[in-house]
């Protein structure tokens, strides 16, 4: 059975910068496909960042380009969402999806879930 859990929690003004940890447990493999995704209060749960199984292909919603990094860090089996220059509107719980499926236009959820962690932009 997979387990994700997600890390990084935080409140922070506008401008700063905050990284999110995904880290995925239950499978051999280091080399999956993960996708972040967030929610906002009375909106449905959008795709953020996607990485490939490779680390090769990377993809990015358009309100977030230039702004947040999606990366691997293989130590530590960990995906990271490394998030500057926040703005209010990125306010929302985020969620890790792995396993999924990546392609380049997106990734589908279809892998397992974690817990969600709020993130919190104050203007």
């Known amino acids: 059975q997979v387990h994700v859990v997600e890390s990084g929690v935080g409140e922070v003004q506008a401008g700063g910068s905050l990284t999110l940890s995904c880290a995925a447990s239950?499978?051999?493999?280091?080399?999956?496909?993960v996708g972040w995704f967030r929610q906002a209060p009375g909106k449905e749960r959008e795709l953020v960042a996607a990485?490939?199984?490779?680390?090769?292909?990377?993809y990015y919603t358009d309100s977030v380009k230039g702004r947040f990094t999606i990366s691997r860090v293989a130590a530590k089996n960990t995906v990271n969402l490394q998030m500057d220059n926040l703005k209010p509107e990125d306010t929302a719980v985020y969620y890790c999806?792995?396993?999924?499926?990546?392609?380049?236009?997106?990734?589908?959820?279809?892998?397992?879930w974690g817990q969600g962690t709020r993130v919190t932009v104050s203007s």
């Open positions: 990485i490939s199984w490779n680390d090769i292909s990377t």
């Open positions: 999806n792995a396993f999924g499926t990546y392609f380049s236009g997106g990734y589908y959820p279809t892998g397992d």
């Open positions: 239950g499978r051999t493999t280091i080399n999956y496909p």
